[in-house]
Protein backbone atom coordinates (compact mmCIF):
# COMPACT_ATOMS: atom_id res chain seq x y z
CA UNK A 1 0.00 0.00 0.00
CA UNK A 2 1.21 2.99 -0.81
CA UNK A 3 0.03 6.55 0.87
CA UNK A 4 -0.17 10.34 -0.88
CA UNK A 5 -0.19 12.68 1.91
CA UNK A 6 -1.58 16.63 1.13
CA UNK A 7 -3.16 19.62 2.53
CA UNK A 8 -0.35 21.11 4.91
CA UNK A 9 1.39 24.30 4.54
CA UNK A 10 1.66 27.12 6.80
CA UNK A 11 -0.96 28.78 9.17
CA UNK A 12 -0.97 30.97 12.21
CA UNK A 13 -1.54 30.07 15.92
CA UNK A 14 -5.53 29.53 15.86
CA UNK A 15 -5.56 28.26 12.23
CA UNK A 16 -6.96 25.51 10.32
CA UNK A 17 -6.32 22.92 7.99
CA UNK A 18 -7.02 19.97 6.46
CA UNK A 19 -4.91 16.85 5.76
CA UNK A 20 -5.64 13.99 3.13
CA UNK A 21 -4.07 11.07 2.79
CA UNK A 22 -4.93 8.87 -0.33
CA UNK A 23 -4.07 4.90 -0.10
CA UNK A 24 -3.51 2.64 -2.95
CA UNK A 25 -4.70 -0.65 -3.41
CA UNK A 26 -8.21 -2.06 -3.04
CA UNK A 27 -8.29 -3.37 0.30
CA UNK A 28 -8.59 0.38 1.94
CA UNK A 29 -11.75 -0.45 3.60
CA UNK A 30 -10.42 -3.30 6.20
CA UNK A 31 -7.19 -1.12 7.19
CA UNK A 32 -6.79 0.73 10.53
CA UNK A 33 -5.33 3.73 9.79
CA UNK A 34 -3.28 6.43 11.50
CA UNK A 35 -2.62 9.94 11.06
CA UNK A 36 1.41 10.35 12.85
CA UNK A 37 3.69 13.51 12.97
CA UNK A 38 7.71 13.91 12.99
CA UNK A 39 9.28 16.81 14.35
CA UNK A 40 13.03 17.49 13.41
CA UNK A 41 15.25 15.18 15.23
CA UNK A 42 12.19 13.09 16.48
CA UNK A 43 10.47 9.76 15.67
CA UNK A 44 7.27 9.55 14.37
CA UNK A 45 4.38 9.97 16.89
CA UNK A 46 0.77 9.20 16.53
CA UNK A 47 -1.51 11.93 16.47
CA UNK A 48 -4.85 9.95 15.75
CA UNK A 49 -5.88 6.70 14.49
CA UNK A 50 -9.52 5.38 13.27
CA UNK A 51 -10.10 1.57 12.78
CA UNK A 52 -11.90 0.39 9.81
CA UNK A 53 -14.82 0.37 12.09
CA UNK A 54 -14.59 3.93 12.14
CA UNK A 55 -13.92 4.00 16.08
CA UNK A 56 -11.54 6.85 16.63
CA UNK A 57 -8.48 7.56 19.13
CA UNK A 58 -6.54 11.09 19.85
CA UNK A 59 -3.35 11.98 21.30
CA UNK A 60 -3.88 13.98 24.52
CA UNK A 61 -1.92 16.79 22.84
CA UNK A 62 -4.53 16.74 19.91
CA UNK A 63 -7.98 15.87 21.92
CA UNK A 64 -10.87 18.51 20.96
CA UNK A 65 -8.53 20.18 18.17
CA UNK A 66 -8.24 17.40 15.07
CA UNK A 67 -10.48 14.96 13.74
CA UNK A 68 -9.74 12.10 12.08
CA UNK A 69 -12.15 10.57 9.40
CA UNK A 70 -11.86 8.04 6.47
CA UNK A 71 -14.07 7.88 2.73
CA UNK A 72 -13.60 4.36 2.24
CA UNK A 73 -15.28 4.96 -1.38
CA UNK A 74 -12.43 7.70 -1.93
CA UNK A 75 -9.45 5.37 -0.44
CA UNK A 76 -8.89 8.14 1.46
CA UNK A 77 -8.16 9.34 5.53
CA UNK A 78 -8.59 12.93 6.66
CA UNK A 79 -7.15 14.71 9.80
CA UNK A 80 -8.80 18.17 10.66
CA UNK A 81 -6.96 20.39 12.65
CA UNK A 82 -8.50 23.28 14.11
CA UNK A 83 -6.86 25.52 16.96
CA UNK A 84 -3.10 25.02 15.46
CA UNK A 85 -0.32 25.74 17.94
CA UNK A 86 3.35 26.30 16.85
CA UNK A 87 3.64 22.90 19.02
CA UNK A 88 2.16 21.33 15.84
CA UNK A 89 4.74 22.11 13.67
CA UNK A 90 6.06 18.88 11.66
CA UNK A 91 5.76 16.62 8.75
CA UNK A 92 2.32 14.94 8.83
CA UNK A 93 2.63 11.29 7.75
CA UNK A 94 -0.47 8.87 7.67
CA UNK A 95 -0.17 4.65 7.45
CA UNK A 96 -1.64 1.49 8.67
CA UNK A 97 -1.43 0.93 12.17
CA UNK A 98 -2.41 -1.99 14.94
CA UNK A 99 -5.87 -1.62 15.78
CA UNK A 100 -4.29 -1.21 19.45
CA UNK A 101 -1.81 1.31 20.16
CA UNK A 102 -1.23 2.93 16.56
CA UNK A 103 1.16 0.81 15.84
CA UNK A 104 2.72 2.15 12.42
CA UNK A 105 3.02 -1.11 10.14
CA UNK A 106 3.22 0.00 6.46
CA UNK A 107 6.09 2.01 4.34
CA UNK A 108 6.15 5.83 4.88
CA UNK A 109 4.88 8.46 1.89
CA UNK A 110 6.46 11.88 1.86
CA UNK A 111 4.47 13.46 4.19
CA UNK A 112 2.98 16.95 4.32
CA UNK A 113 4.71 19.89 6.05
CA UNK A 114 3.27 21.72 8.56
CA UNK A 115 4.33 24.67 10.10
CA UNK A 116 2.28 26.80 12.59
CA UNK A 117 3.84 30.34 13.21
CA UNK A 118 2.94 34.21 13.49
Known amino acids: VQFVESGGGLVQPGGSLRLSCAAS????????MGWYRQAPGKQPDVVAT???????IYADSVKGRFTISRDNAKNTVYLQMNSLEPEDTAVYYC?????????????WGQGTQVTVSS
Open 95 to 107: NTCTEIGGVPLGS
Open 25 to 32: GSRFTIYH
Open 50 to 56: ITSGGRT
